[in-house]
Structures are given as structure tokens and as C-alpha cells.
Nanobody, 121 residues
Framework: QAQLVESGGGLVQAGGSLRLSCAAV????????MGWYRQAPGKQRALVAA???????NYADSVKGRFTISRDNAKNTVYLQMNSLKSEDTAVYYC???????????????WGQGTQVTVSS
């Protein structure tokens, strides 16, 4: 099957930037939607940004104008560029992808292992 491998989290000061990456590896025939969720302590996991195969994007209101999602379909990789970070962006960030791993056009959701982003004020 497939798995998602995340990288790029860390500690940054408020106002700084980070770039998250998530690569889908393994048995992959095609991927449709990819994106990022985040979960802060004591809160539910929530959508940050999503992107379709064709490049259409969707953002949470709280990150519009600061975060940019992109993907490289040839590399099966999705990115999240995070600028002007705020303390309230502190969370574990999870990537996801809907993957057809068998070639039958049945898509299944996959999640990354999560990467911690901590923004100090």
C-alpha cells in the first residue's frame, strides 16, 4: 500500500516562516485531493488547507493570506508554506491524501504521522 512521510516542522518565532512537505510513497496509481490538518492541544483536528489534482485550493479563514498550499504531482508531494506565523498556529500538523493504490479508481484516505509546529511569542 501507500504511506505519507512528513517533514519540516519545528520551532519558530512569531512572524517567522516554515515549510512543511509530505511525500506519498509506496504503491500509488493516482491521488486526488491532498491537504493539511492541524490539531492543537485540547482541540479537534481541523482543516488548514486542501488542494485538488488540478490545483484548486481551499483554506481555513484563519490562515488565508499567510499560508500557501501547493503540490508536485510528479513527485506525489504536497507542501505547506507558512508565513507570518502566530502563536495560535502552534499544533501538530497532519497531511492527508486520497490515494488509489490498486488502480481500480477506489480512493482511500491516508494520513501522515504528524509534525509539530511550535510558534513562540
Amino acid at each position: 500500500q501507500a504511506q505519507l512521510v512528513e517533514s519540516g516542522g519545528g520551532l519558530v518565532q512569531a512572524g517567522g516562516s516554515l515549510r512543511l512537505s509530505c511525500a506519498a510513497v509506496g504503491s500509488i496509481f493516482r491521488i486526488n485531493a491532498m491537504g493539511w490538518y492541524r490539531q492543537a492541544p485540547g482541540k479537534q483536528r481541523a482543516l488548514v488547507a486542501a488542494i485538488t489534482t488540478g490545483g484548486s485550493t481551499n483554506y481555513a479563514d484563519s490562515v488565508k493570506g499567510r499560508f500557501t498550499i501547493s503540490r508536485d504531482n510528479a513527485k506525489n508531494t504536497v507542501y505547506l508554506q507558512m508565513n507570518s506565523l502566530k502563536s495560535e498556529d502552534t499544533a501538530v500538523y497532519y497531511c492527508y491524501a486520497n490515494i488509489d493504490y490498486s488502480g481500480n479508481y477506489h480512493y482511500y484516505p491516508y494520513w501522515g504521522q504528524g509534525t509539530q509546529v511550535t510558534v513562540s511569542s
